[in-house]
């Protein structure tokens, strides 16, 4: 029974997949243990006992106890509703903007806040479609078919952290976005018909905006310069840029004036070799149709 009277299904660790600490991510393991301290400080100051709290909150005394020690991710609106039952005047509630990122891996982590500062990202991908471009339905199809299989645990922050690098389409000033995909990554149909169509209707959908620009290369295209794999550049307002690609200096990300211009020249020919956007949007409204 909750506070006010109403009975209410509490959840617990198996309704809350995803949400351990990274015990590798010294940031994240920082934050959630203070985090959890201020949490069972507020709690303990008011008098309230933890099964008390979590019945007033919706959670399972075990569960409150792992979040006030550290061991767990408390969701957005768990800061809320504890800021709320303990009277804090939106003191825990303001930490949830640190709370959310603590929930993807850093290297994820690292990415979007590279991409948040962004002026111009280029992406050419010839084995999935690119990250940003995905679905939520096409990245779990994705994570799924992945040999070591995954846990679901792993999935759901994976898909959470993907997820999260989309709001990047909303930023304002909007940045450059460019992106070139291999034919055969739009007709490989990854989560089935479905899933595959949806994907297809995301990329006509971005592909209207006035800041991206979406392109298909041809698998009939005979003298390819994208044969060394992905690459990807991000440019930043002062100038730099940091960039990789699978076939250029052993993978590695490279900030070096010398090395972006290499990955600039990949990139511009590849985009020369592609079909215009416009060729792109048919081209990819006759595959939809053809589904």
């Not at 010294?26 to 979590?54: C, H, N, P, Y």
């Not at 096409?138 to 992945?146: C, E, I, K, T």
């Not at 930023?171 to 450059?176: C, D, E, F, I, L």
Request: charged fraction near 30%.
């Amino acid at each position: 029974m909750s506070v006010d009277g109403e009975v209410r299904q509490l959840r617990t660790e198996a309704d809350e997949p995803g949400w351990e600490v990274d015990p590798d991510d010294e940031w994240g393991v920082a934050v959630i243990a203070t985090v959890g301290r201020q949490l069972k400080l507020r709690r303990e100051s008011v008098g309230m006992r933890a099964g008390d709290f979590g019945r007033a909150v919706g959670y399972g005394e075990d569960l409150v106890y792992k979040i006030e020690g550290g061991k767990r991710i408390p969701r957005t609106e768990y800061l809320e509703r504890a800021d709320e039952v303990l009277g804090a005047g939106g003191l825990l509630a303001a930490m949830r903007e640190d709370v959310a990122k603590v929930r993807y891996p850093k290297k994820v982590r690292d990415l979007a806040q590279m991409e948040a500062r962004a002026v111009e990202i280029g992406v050419y991908e010839n084995s999935n479609v690119a990250g940003l471009l995905q679905t939520e339905g096409h990245m779990r199809a994705l994570f799924g078919a992945w040999l070591p299989a995954y846990s679901d645990e792993e999935t759901e922050r994976m898909v959470a952290a993907r997820m999260a690098r989309r709001a990047i389409f909303d930023r304002s000033p909007a940045p450059t976005l460019t992106f070139v995909q291999e034919e055969s990554t739009l007709r490989r149909p990854v989560g089935g018909r479905m899933v595959w169509r949806r994907q297809l209707e995301r990329l006509l959908e971005l592909g209207e905006l006035r800041n991206v620009s979406i392109q298909v290369m041809p698998t009939e295209v005979e003298d390819h310069f994208g044969t060394g794999g992905l690459i990807e550049e991000l440019k930043f307002p002062e100038g730099t840029a940091v960039g990789r690609s699978e076939g250029a200096f052993n993978g590695r990300p490279v900030s070096d004036p010398k090395q972006i211009r290499i990955l600039d020249l990949r990139y511009s020919m590849i985009r020369a070799q592609a079909l215009t956007p416009r060729e792109s949007r048919a081209f990819i409204e006759q595959m939809l149709g053809e589904t």
